[in-house]
């Protein structure tokens, strides 16, 4: 879509304001409001200036001064707010010499892509992303000096099978509840949940997402996924956004709180982001072969470089303390770096649902949900193509159930990082193959990594945690 196309659209559907949306370092979307008046050709090329010095992880108040740049192709009405509104997506510049300001995350995913065809290694990456999330009836939490708490309620929780609900869900308790990893996927009325999550597509489909399929997921307590389809890198981060706003949105006029924790839970599934990869090149899927599972040289490079940089990229794609609730040997979540067709317990799987060679992909499925979709994408992006470049062989393949490996088998597995703090680690040490063409730079990483240990690690490791007083206070 052209700038003269959005004006148009804009006056066509009566707009009265537009949002401009970025992204902040961390990877929660912003915004400001202007009249649609001020919607110009000259917005698209020139931007419009706002302040970033209270953006988290950007400059400080010395070079605040920013430009946010929409994108034309992002356009679109926005479904929820009362006076009409057209939305959209901006990457930031530098006022004074117009270039993409570096710690951006979309201007990341815009690098990235350039990389991939300088490189000559493809036109196209295609990713495609499946975000779970929990609709809670209820969400609380407090930090005190000398108290803290969290609570979280749904009618479906399985915790909630001898309570009366008419206090709290306004009828008494009619059953349907959901056993701790028994909610893939029941009819209603046990999945309670079915509507809302089909009014979330209509809003989707709406606004230009293309949807694959929605449905109830393993979890006890509302846990949901909706899946979206494929779309090139960018596209589809500016898509995982919106994704979230639109579940986010559409949970709370129904009175509901959607969390996209990895694990909000104890003692059931946590939420998970498992991202399918492709590359493209002339027409041609690049990851299709002759080989194992159906796959190229090619996509086995590409799997070689993820799992050589795996615990490195960790820290984008799993990138919170939480995140390390989710990702615990012997549990749901696949820790194991090793790739399989089928198997679910290997961090990469090679989905073999189709025989076509345009299905031909590479599943990461230790990513999570809170990742910054433009920094994840790309990270994930990077190591690949270094695998590609370097010819990096990813070993046997591991067709066996990594679970119930005897423990000498287990050991020589390689396992994904077990903290935050080991992720940054492995990151610090280990990100040279971010930075070529100036995709990511040292200051981006430097910063993520100081930002995440003085917000997130160091405040959480020197706070005592409930479970400590039920395991130690009568010491």
Not at 345 to 367: D, H, L, M, Y
Not at 375 to 404: E, R, T
Not at 424 to 437: C, S, V
Request: aromatic share 10%; net charge negative.
């Amino acid at each position: 879509m052209k700038p003269t196309e959005v004006i148009h659209m804009a006056h066509e559907k009566g707009v009265k304001f537009v949002d401009l949306r970025l992204m902040d370092f961390i990877g929660t979307q912003q915004h400001f409001t202007i009249p649609v008046h001020e919607l110009t050709e000259e917005l698209f090329s020139e931007g419009h200036g706002f302040d970033g010095s209270s953006i988290r992880g950007w400059r400080g108040i010395e070079a605040s001064d920013m430009n946010a740049i929409p994108d034309p192709e992002t356009a679109f009405v926005d479904p929820f707010f009362q006076s009409p509104t057209l939305a959209l997506v901006c990457s930031v510049a530098d006022p004074i010499t117009r270039e993409k300001y570096e710690r951006d995350p979309r201007n990341i995913a815009l690098k990235a892509e350039a990389f991939l065809r300088a490189a000559g290694v493809g036109d196209t990456a295609y990713v495609g992303p499946e975000l779970e999330f929990f609709l809670f009836s209820e969400l609380r939490y407090k930090y005190e000096q000398n108290q803290s708490m969290h609570f979280v309620d749904s009618a479906e929780g399985i915790w909630n099978s001898a309570k009366d609900d008419r206090a709290d869900f306004g009828h008494p308790n009619i059953g349907g509840k959901i056993r701790n990893k028994e909610g893939y996927f029941p009819l209603p009325p046990t999945d309670s949940l079915q509507d809302i999550r089909s009014e979330m597509v209509l809003k989707m489909m709406e606004v230009g997402i293309d949807v694959e399929t929605h449905h109830h997921e393993v979890a006890t307590a509302g846990q949901c996924e909706i899946d979206m389809r494929f779309d090139s890198l960018l596209r589809m981060a500016d898509k995982a956004c919106l994704y979230k706003y639109i579940v986010k949105q559409v949970a709370r006029q129904h009175g509901l709180v959607a969390n996209f924790m990895p694990k909000p839970l104890f003692g059931d599934n946590g939420s998970g982001m498992h991202t399918h990869f492709s590359i493209w090149k002339g027409g041609k899927n690049l990851m299709a072969g002759n080989g194992y599972a159906g796959m190229s040289e090619f996509a086995l490079h590409f799997i070689g470089g993820i799992l050589k940089h795996a615990r490195a990229l960790l820290a984008f794609t799993n990138p919170t303390t939480n995140s390390y609730r989710r990702l615990v040997p012997g549990y749901e979540a696949p820790v194991n770096l090793a790739y399989s067709a089928r198997n679910r317990s290997a961090a990469i799987r090679i989905p073999v649902s189709s025989a076509s060679e345009k299905a031909r992909r590479v599943e990461f499925r230790c990513p999570d949900p809170l990742a910054n979709p433009y920094l994840a994408f790309s990270a994930i992006l990077m190591a690949g193509v270094d695998g590609v470049l370097n010819k990096i062989d990813p070993g046997p393949a591991l067709d066996k159930n990594i679970y119930d490996l005897p423990p000498e088998e287990a050991a020589i597995v390689p396992k994904a990082c077990g903290s935050l703090p080991e992720s940054l680690q492995a990151l610090e040490e280990d990100h040279k193959f971010l930075l070529r063409d100036g995709v990511f730079s040292e200051d981006l990483i430097n910063t993520w990594i100081e930002h995440k240990t003085k917000t997130e690690v160091d405040p959480l490791r020197i706070r005592p945690h409930p479970f400590e007083f039920f395991l130690y206070a009568d010491g």
